[in-house]
């Protein structure tokens, strides 16, 4: 059996790395524009644009937890 074939550097999302590490803390009151868009597929994931990063997160995931990682508060 043939391994799937790996994943195109092109068909990354814009923004670089996967996630919000090393960012600076979010303060909670301060506004925080967050854009989602719905990908689809059987567990319906979403795409989180937010401080100039690019995250794919499934539909189960709660949007308080998206924003605490988000602003680096656990």
Same mark, same amino acid.
């Given at each position: 059996?043939?391994?799937? &074939?790996? =994943?195109? /550097? #092109?068909?990354?999302?814009?923004?670089?790395? $996967?996630?919000?590490?090393?960012? &600076?803390?979010?303060?909670?009151?301060?506004?925080?524009?967050? $854009?989602?868009?719905?990908?689809?597929?059987?567990? =319906?994931?979403?795409?989180?644009? =937010?401080?100039?990063?690019?995250?794919?997160?499934?539909?189960?995931?709660?949007?308080?937890?998206?924003? #605490?990682?988000? =602003? /680096?508060? $656990?």
């Amino acid at each position: 059996m043939a391994r799937p &074939p790996e =994943a195109r /550097q #092109a068909d990354r999302p814009k923004g670089g790395r $996967r996630g919000w590490w090393g960012l &600076p803390e979010w303060p909670w009151r301060k506004p925080l524009t967050i $854009r989602l868009t719905y990908r689809g597929g059987t567990e =319906a994931w979403v795409e989180i644009h =937010a401080r100039g990063r690019v995250v794919r997160r499934p539909g189960h995931v709660h949007l308080v937890d998206v924003f #605490a990682e988000i =602003a /680096q508060r $656990r």
